[in-house]
């Protein structure tokens, strides 16, 4: 199954019906969207607009990859769970968001095993056909390593 997510905070219709148009052509691929607060309805593809953590967790645990905005919190939990992403980041200047980091984000990460990144919407149709070669990236931890926290408390108690 593939999981559409945009986050909760803000719309991402570019995102949604790239992926909508590329569900009408692809009738047997498993779909669902989380589309956030938008105003456009799938006709592709079931859909919510929010999901409790609970659910959200349970559907990111059973889909094959997760397709969602460049946010750090999507990122993330794909890496938690093992699942490759594609991400396609907001832009700024179409009122997507505040500013440009999720092009930073696209960016720098896309580097990473399992993340694959379509830049604009006019990427996805392709991106999204090359799904089944894309590998699982490497789990990671959903807490901080103690290095890191021990590194932290150094930082914060002024030795380091």
């Known amino acids: 199954?593939?999981?559409?997510?945009?986050?909760?905070?803000?719309?991402?219709?570019?995102?949604?019906?790239?992926?909508?148009?590329?569900?009408?052509?692809?009738?047997?691929?498993?779909?669902?969207?989380?589309?956030g607060p938008s105003e456009l309805r799938p006709k592709n593809m079931p859909f919510t607009a929010f999901m409790e953590p609970v659910e959200f967790t349970r559907r990111v645990e059973a889909c094959s990859v997760l397709v969602a905005h460049a946010g750090m919190g999507s990122i993330l939990t794909a890496l938690q769970f093992g699942k490759p992403i594609l991400v396609m980041p907001r832009h700024a200047a179409r009122g997507e968001t505040r500013n440009d980091h999720q092009i930073a984000t696209s960016r720098r990460l896309g580097e990473r095993p399992g993340i694959e990144v379509a830049m604009d919407e006019t990427e996805i149709a392709d991106k999204l056909d090359r799904l089944a070669s894309l590998e699982a990236p490497p789990k990671i931890s959903n807490v901080a390593s103690p290095e890191l926290i021990a590194r932290l408390r150094g930082f914060v108690a002024g030795q380091g």
């Open 1 to 35: 199954m593939i999981l559409v997510t945009v986050g909760y905070q803000m719309a991402f219709d570019r995102l949604v019906d790239a992926v909508d148009q590329w569900a009408a052509e692809h009738p047997d691929a498993e779909m669902f969207a989380q589309i």
